[in-house]
């Protein structure tokens, strides 16, 4: 990671915000409630997580409409448990995303980052809806300049290449002063490097090395030493 880094793009969630943390217990709760006693409640997590891939990469290809990517997660929640799906598809997600909103929290690193990082031009790069990324940003009381998702930038996501240049013109850089942080390793570490923008790639469970050449931490609070410290 060499030249001056005058900006930085964030990640949103699983980087400044506990998702997962936050999705589990949303969907453990929806799930007690809707089959109270399923003898696979410990699984519902899991089974939730691994639908969002498929799900949320058809809304970002526009193969479907926000909405009707959430009734189709639900169905196939439903049918993975073995359960009759509410016939109110929309009000079960509804009902599921007020369990997720009461456990949005920043991780306890990121407040002591930002306040060494200050300098920089800030922004967030992610692939969520733009209303439900806004209304997590402000929630957790960030200060990070523009929240910037597929929707704003002419429906290229990460890693699409023209997100990446795309975020760093909105924030009047080019993208080789743009250093990207976050926790996927396609979306927010080797998509940049297509365009010239450096990353760094946070494992927060200490999951294994970083591919080579890009930088690892493991929390928020090794970012300002390791800027400090490059060439």
Not at 52 to 79: D, F, M, N, T, Y
Not at 132 to 154: F, I, M, N, Y
Not at 174 to 189: H, I
Request: hydrophobic share 45%; charged share 20%; proline share 8%.
């Amino acid at each position: 990671m060499n030249g001056a880094i005058n900006g930085i793009l964030f990640d949103l969630d699983g980087t400044l915000l506990d998702h997962r943390g936050a999705a589990d217990a949303a969907i453990t709760a929806w799930v007690s409630a809707l089959a109270p006693g399923h003898p696979r409640l410990a699984e519902a997590a899991a089974l939730w997580a691994a639908l969002e891939i498929p799900h949320l990469a058809a809304w970002q290809a526009g193969e479907c409409s926000w909405q009707e990517q959430r009734r189709r997660r639900v169905r196939a929640l439903c049918r993975e448990l073995g359960v009759e799906p509410p016939a109110d598809l929309e009000a079960a997600f509804a009902t599921y995303t007020e369990h997720y909103r009461r456990g949005w929290a920043a991780y306890p690193d990121v407040a002591p980052a930002l306040a060494k990082l200050r300098g920089h031009t800030f922004g967030i790069l992610t692939n969520g809806s733009q209303g439900v990324q806004e209304a997590k940003v402000r929630a957790l009381g960030l200060d990070l300049g523009p929240v910037l998702t597929g929707e704003c930038l002419g429906g290229q996501f990460k890693p699409s290449p023209g997100c990446y240049t795309a975020a760093a013109r909105a924030l009047g850089l080019p993208p080789s002063q743009v250093l990207l942080v976050g926790d996927d390793l396609d979306k927010d570490v080797r998509g940049p490097a297509a365009v010239g923008m450096p990353s760094v790639w946070i494992d927060r469970l200490g999951a294994e090395p970083a591919p080579a050449g890009f930088p690892r931490i493991t929390s928020l609070t090794e970012l300002p030493a390791l800027l400090a410290a490059r060439p």
